[in-house]
């Protein structure tokens, strides 16, 4: 059974960083992201990464968000800087046993495992 725990998330003001992590509990995943949905919002592709550590980013948060992996400790880390009041959303960790669509942005929220989700509020 496998189970992602996420951690981090919280409130910041605008300009500032958080650092969410997501651990893979009972398997090594190939594809490994996180997409966020704020209220009354669709469902958005954040950020994926293969198991070859290459990565995808939604445009709207590229050159502000990295995402990363450990494999021995079947984790990845989202650092999100430069945020802005319109990153505000609850950030859900999602998995997936296979390269599942190249763990593009677009397909994360598709994924076979999601997380409970983790809140980020960012004020202007």
């Known amino acids: 059974q496998v189970q992602l725990v996420e951690s981090g998330g919280g409130s910041v003001q605008s300009g500032g960083s958080l650092n969410l992590s997501c651990e893979a509990s009972?398997?090594?995943?190939?594809?490994m992201g996180w997409f966020r949905q704020a209220p009354g919002k669709g469902r958005e592709g954040v950020a994926g990464i293969d198991m070859f550590g290459k990565t995808d980013y939604a445009d709207s948060v590229k050159g502000r968000f990295t995402l990363s992996r450990d494999d021995s400790k079947r984790t990845v880390y989202l650092q999100m800087n430069s945020l802005k009041p319109e990153d505000t959303a609850k950030y859900y960790c999602?998995?997936?046993?296979?390269?599942?669509?190249?763990?593009?942005?677009?397909?994360?929220?598709?994924?076979?495992?999601w997380g409970q989700g983790t809140q980020v509020n960012v004020s202007s």
């Open positions: 009972g398997s090594r995943m190939n594809c």
């Open positions: 999602a998995a997936d046993f296979t390269n599942y669509g190249g763990c593009a942005t677009n397909v994360i929220p598709k994924f076979g495992y």
